[in-house]
């Protein structure tokens, strides 16, 4: 049965359309069982995150228009309304998107390895209610392993692309291991915060928040367990800052020369990172010429972030040809599942005549009839009843001019004999 995807994307839909098709994962299980319920659906799977809605089906090909007007009905749309975002791939495509989206090279931040989870995510809640079976399941799990390697092979994920995580990993660089460092966030929104999760993520335990607002530093300490300061405060918190993140909205700058100078006494210059994330700059440039300090500004980390996409570019596109292999060997196995059963159906053929054919000859053996003329006419009409359909196939394609059929039908049984292939399956009019 053909493998499709059926899907609307960040590359094909701004969010104000995506949002209209969204299907949240707490959705899936019901959902899927909607799908297999259609008509001709044999499995299903969803997958839908902030930059897609996508539905992969093993379905009949009138099944297509039917999820498409269903993804329609479900989000109380019109059908129609949205068909010109969606994109549709067959089979090969599938393959291929699926594992593209797996290893990140599909995502709008290249490389990001969440979609992964998420797409584990979509594909167990669909095993669980029958969604996935044979084929389905081969292939995302197929997927998962191509995506492992390809990001091992590929370090596409290796290298940070977000201002607030390039921060972090140049923290740790200058100090190693990070969970026994002071960190002092001066500010509330949502870089600070960016900056915030990342820095509990590498194992930071002591985290302070500065701000104007003690009522919005205090909200988001609370997120991440950690100590607030007034801004008029920050005199007495600077000596404590093993490493600073500022980013605030203050036209003047909140840290000045004699300020850090008279931290690092305090600290016996033990050396402080600074990173300096607000426009208009929050710390005195002049900050970063004093030794023992490490001040980065938006353009130093902008220029770092630059050269990791960069970097991760080339990666997606050094990968390219990993993705082709993955997806031959898929479509490999899904071509041998379908040759093994053309085979049992013809196999099963074959020795429904053989058991017919043997048992009158056994009858016939069993009368006194000659046996080598019985062994013969068994042969005979064996080696008719097998031929008789195909030789009529055949013929039918020869008076339909359809070469193709003949030429596979020498293929099959005349092997290796080229030069006969050549001769006798010429595709040229035979008149």
């Known amino acids: 049965m053909p493998l499709f995807t059926l899907g609307i994307s960040h590359h094909t839909a701004p969010v104000e359309v995506r949002e209209q098709v969204a299907i949240a994962p707490s959705d899936y299980g019901a959902r899927v069982r909607e799908l297999i319920a259609l008509p001709a659906v044999e499995e299903a799977l969803i997958l839908g995150t902030c930059n897609r809605t996508e539905v992969f089906c093993l379905a009949s090909g009138e099944a297509e228009d039917a999820v498409l007007k269903w993804v329609h009905r479900i989000n109380g749309l019109p059908a129609n309304t ?10 090969e495509e599938t393959v291929r998107h699926v594992i593209r989206v797996a290893g990140g090279l599909d995502s709008l931040v290249l490389g990001e390895p969440q979609i992964l989870g998420q797409l584990k995510e ?23 392993a191509a995506a492992k390697s390809i990001r091992t092979q590929s370090g596409i994920g290796s ?16 100090f190693g291991d990070l969970s026994s460092q002071n960190v002092v966030l001066i500010g509330a929104g949502d870089m600070i915060r960016l900056c915030g999760q ?38 007495e918190v600077l000596p404590r800052a093993d490493i ?66 960069r970097h991760r570019s080339q990666a997606a596109e050094a990968a390219s040809s990993a993705v082709d292999d993955a997806t031959q060997d898929f479509l490999r196995w899904l071509y041998g599942i379908r040759a093994a059963r053309s085979l049992k159906r013809i196999r099963d053929r074959a020795h429904g005549h053989e058991e017919d054919l043997v048992a009158r000859a056994v009858r016939r053996l069993r009368a006194g009839h000659d046996p080598e003329r019985v062994l013969t006419q068994l042969a005979g009409t064996l080696t008719n009843r097998i031929l008789h359909e195909p030789s009529q196939h055949l013929r039918q394609a020869a008076e339909q001019q359809r070469y193709e059929i003949l030429q596979a039908a020498d293929w099959l049984f005349r092997g290796g004999d080229e030069a006969a292939e050549t001769n006798d399956t010429d595709n040229s009019d035979p008149s």
């Open 82 to 91: 949205l068909d010109a975002h969606f994109y549709h791939h067959g089979l």
């Open 122 to 144: 979509a594909w167990h809640a669909a095993r669980e209610v029958g969604g996935v079976n044979r084929v389905l399941d081969r292939l995302f799990q197929h997927a998962f």
């Open 159 to 174: 290298r940070p692309v977000s201002v607030a995580y390039t921060a972090v990993i140049l923290a740790r660089q200058i």
């Open 198 to 235: 990342h820095l509990r993520e590498s194992g930071i335990r002591n985290i302070e928040i500065v701000n104007r607002s003690r009522e919005s530093a205090t909200e988001l300490a609370e997120q991440l367990d950690a100590r607030v300061s007034v801004l008029d405060q920050l005199p």
């Open 244 to 309: 600073l993140i500022s980013s605030t909205a203050s036209p003047v700058h909140l840290i000045g020369s004699d300020d850090a100078k008279a931290a690092l006494r305090q600290r016996r210059h033990r050396p402080m990172f600074m990173v300096d994330i607000a426009v208009p700059r929050d710390i005195d440039p002049a900050v970063g010429r004093l030794d023992d300090v490490y001040l980065y500004s938006i353009d130093d980390l902008q220029q770092v972030v630059d050269e990791n996409v």
